[in-house]
Structure formats: C-alpha cells, structure tokens
C-alpha cells in the first residue's frame, strides 16, 4: 500500500469515526427515532451527501454505533475471563458487573435504551455477533472450571449457551427493564448462584 493509499484510509477512518461520535452524541440527547442524517451532517458542519458517502443510511450508522457498544460490553467479559480466580467467580462477575452496565448505562439514560432496543428489534448481525462471542468466552472459562473440578465433566459450548440463555433477564436491556424491582423476582445474585450450581 502506498503512503498516498495509507492517508486516504487513515482520513477515511478519522471521517467514520467522527460521524459516529456525532450520531451517538445526538442519539443520547434527542433519541435514535428524533434524530436525522441532517442533523448528524450538521452537527458536523458538513451536507447530509458527505455523510452519506460512509454510510447508506441512518440505520447504517446505528448498526455501527450498536457495535462498538457490544465489543465494550465484550471487553468486559474478556477481562473478567482472564483474572485469577476460579471459574465459578469469573462467571459470577461477567454476568453481574454486565447487568450493573445494563442497568446504569442502558435504563438510565433513557435514549441509549431505545438505541438497543431498536438494534434487537431488528435482528440485526451485531446482535448475534455479540452473543457468539459471549457464548465463546463462557465456554472457554467454564471449559477451565471442568479441568479444575470445579464444574461436572460435559460440553462447555452447550453449557455456555444454556447458561447465556438462563441469566438473559439479568442482561437483556427489555426484560431488566420490566423485572427491576420487582419483589417477586429472584435478585441478580440468586439467579446467577442457581445458573452456577446447575455446571456443577
């Protein structure tokens, strides 16, 4: 590649990132619904057509914010994964501290909530991306839980899913909303000790 090819991507790339910052900015205050490929051009003291040579589309830009929110929230899990404690704990802490994010960075702000929604509402790819690679890194601990006796001997990519699956009310933007503070509801605690013992 030349240097003249190197600068064109690395200018392109620095253009991708600022319309996503703006987006993302305007979608927190105004909402995904309220917010328009104009106002993101605006903002950026650019036209909408200059916008649209990097994305197609407003639900273009969406998908890619939507990802870079995921591949936090997978950073999280990888982090935890890698501490030195037993596998029980590690899996303890993904699901907990990504209830802790989804409660205080999803529900309270209320714009960032509907950002999600949307993006599952609409199945996009970044959803399944997202859980695949959850489902890898629980796998990959709970693997290391059954060479250490801590977990029964069977297949840990099933066992990842299953436990995903079980401990989706604690992470899963919808239900946490409809189940928060709710007295009949087990705490978050409670249902992933229950999610555990069944690897046990």
Not at 24 to 29: A, C, G, M, V, Y
Request: glycine share 4%; proline share 2%; aromatic share 6%.
């Amino acid at each position: 590649m030349s240097i003249e090819e190197i600068t064109l991507d690395s200018t392109r790339q620095e253009n991708v990132e600022r319309i996503l910052e703006a987006a993302e900015r305007l979608f927190r205050h105004y909402g995904y619904s309220k917010t328009t490929v104009a106002d993101i051009a605006r903002d950026l003291g650019m036209s909408p057509a200059n916008v649209y040579r990097f994305f197609a589309s407003k639900e273009q830009i969406h998908q890619a914010i939507a990802g870079r929110m995921l591949a936090a929230a997978v950073s999280l899990h990888r982090a935890i994964s890698a501490l030195p404690l037993p596998a029980a704990e590690r899996l303890r802490r993904c699901i907990l501290e990504q209830h802790k994010v989804t409660v205080e960075t999803m529900l309270d702000q209320q714009k960032v909530h509907e950002m999600v929604i949307v993006a599952i509402e609409r199945d996009w790819q970044v959803i399944d991306k997202y859980i695949d690679e959850l489902n890898l890194i629980h796998a990959d601990i709970i693997e290391e839980g059954i060479q250490a006796g801590e977990f029964a001997k069977q297949d840990s990519a099933i066992a990842a899913r299953c436990f995903g699956a079980s401990t989706a009310i604690l992470c899963h933007p919808q239900l946490v909303a409809q189940c928060l503070m709710k007295d009949n509801r087990a705490t978050p605690e409670q249902l992933v000790d229950f999610a555990i013992k069944a690897l046990k």
